[in-house]
């Protein structure tokens, strides 16, 4: 008996891109590994989600002329080149479904964001993977490696897993190597996290662009993961398939509620930045007086490298799993002697400090 089949890009999807092995591991107690804010949303995103919950039997109907300007007004952007979807992913695999398709290609950094090949598959397109220089992508390479059935650029600027990032020179230098008819993704994140003086907001080559857009989320920085709120900029034709594109009533009343009122509190904003700047200059420092060297960072985690085959990543992505830390390890082979800390409260990375210490020294 036949099954139906799906199409064949789906199949280039494999189990470990879709759901994390360990996922029927009971949470860690510390949990270090999926780049949340520990510092969480503000409590007036809190309360406001609460007091939204009494309202759950309706839908929110446009979202975007509800939260859009909001983001608008707090960012000073045009309101028409904005649409909200779900979380950032949602937006990056609309407009990957909506300018991908076979023949034609997405072009990445090789060991970036780990997801958005997914996105290349589910639409039946290629995915160029282009070599990076140590874990930032090289604008050399990706450069080199367009060709005519590019029809997407996407780049993380900052990247996650490596925290890297592109300055504004070389993000535009790539742009302006690229054909009009291809689409540069340019998926800032983590860009209230950067700190570097030569990096430039991914709104600004919008600005000056017609075929250039920047993902945000609500997902980082105002610590609203679990609410799956994000946003794009864009051109307004390219904003315009997105948002035919869109779900039906794509946000949750409560998480609509909490992303306008994060929006307003822009002292736990400044605080969260503020503490994951401190955090991480300490964090960085104190890896390095264990021996353990990190890639420099942009964002709210950090890259450490484990190169003694006898004091792996794996191993030690084992040992503090089981006294309730958890570290993020990534599938990519390219990642084998890596594993990423996300920036939590003092104590927690105190206590994971503690343990990476005891598992250095040969103590566990
Ligand atoms: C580079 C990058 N883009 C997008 C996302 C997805 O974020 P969201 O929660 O907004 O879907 C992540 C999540 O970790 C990320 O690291």
Excluded at 121 to 137: L, S, Y
Aim: contains cysteine; proline residues 6%; negative net charge.
């Amino acid at each position: 008996m036949s099954i139906p089949r799906a199409h064949s890009g789906i199949d280039n999807i494999k189990p470990h891109m879709v759901g994390l092995a360990r996922q029927s591991v009971p949470p860690a107690a510390i949990a270090l590994n999926s780049n949340e804010s520990a510092f969480g949303p503000s409590p007036y995103a809190r309360e406001a989600a609460r007091a939204a919950s009494a309202s759950m039997e309706r839908y929110v109907e446009n979202v975007d002329s509800i939260l859009s300007p909001a983001i608008a007004e707090a960012h000073g952007l045009d309101v028409n080149r904005i649409t909200c979807g779900q979380g950032s992913d949602d937006l990056i695999a609309r407009l990957v479904r909506g300018y991908l398709g076979p023949g034609l290609a997405l072009m990445r950094s090789a060991n970036g964001y780990l997801k958005v090949p997914n996105y290349a598959h589910q639409a039946n397109g290629a995915v160029i993977h282009v070599p990076d220089n140590n874990f930032t992508p090289s604008v050399d390479n990706m450069i080199a490696a367009l060709n005519d059935s590019v029809k997407i650029v996407y780049l993380a600027n900052p990247e996650n897993p490596a925290g890297t990032y592109l300055t504004g020179q070389e993000v535009r230098q790539l742009h302006a190597a690229m054909p009009n008819h291809a689409l540069m993704i340019l998926d800032c994140a983590y860009e209230e996290y950067v700190d570097a003086p030569d990096y430039e907001p991914g709104h600004r080559l919008v600005r000056d662009a017609s075929n250039v857009v920047t993902c945000r989320t609500f997902s980082k920085i105002h610590g609203l993961a679990g609410a799956r709120v994000g946003w794009v900029y864009g051109p307004e034709d390219v904003i315009d398939t997105a948002k035919c594109l869109a779900l039906t009533f794509p946000i949750a009343t409560p998480s609509l509620a909490a992303a306008l009122a994060a929006l307003e509190d822009k002292a736990h904003t400044d605080f969260v930045r503020r503490e994951n700047a401190r955090l991480r200059t300490w964090l960085i420092l104190e890896l390095a007086g264990l021996g353990l060297n990190t890639i420099a960072s942009q964002t709210n985690f950090v890259l450490i490298h484990m190169p003694d085959p006898g004091r792996s990543a794996e191993a030690l992505d084992t040992a503090l799993r089981s006294r309730g830390v958890a570290l993020r390890r990534m599938a990519s082979p390219a990642y084998r002697d890596h594993i990423r800390i996300t920036i939590g409260f003092q104590h927690e990375l105190q206590r994971a400090l503690e343990l990476i210490d005891q598992f250095v020294r040969g103590e566990i």
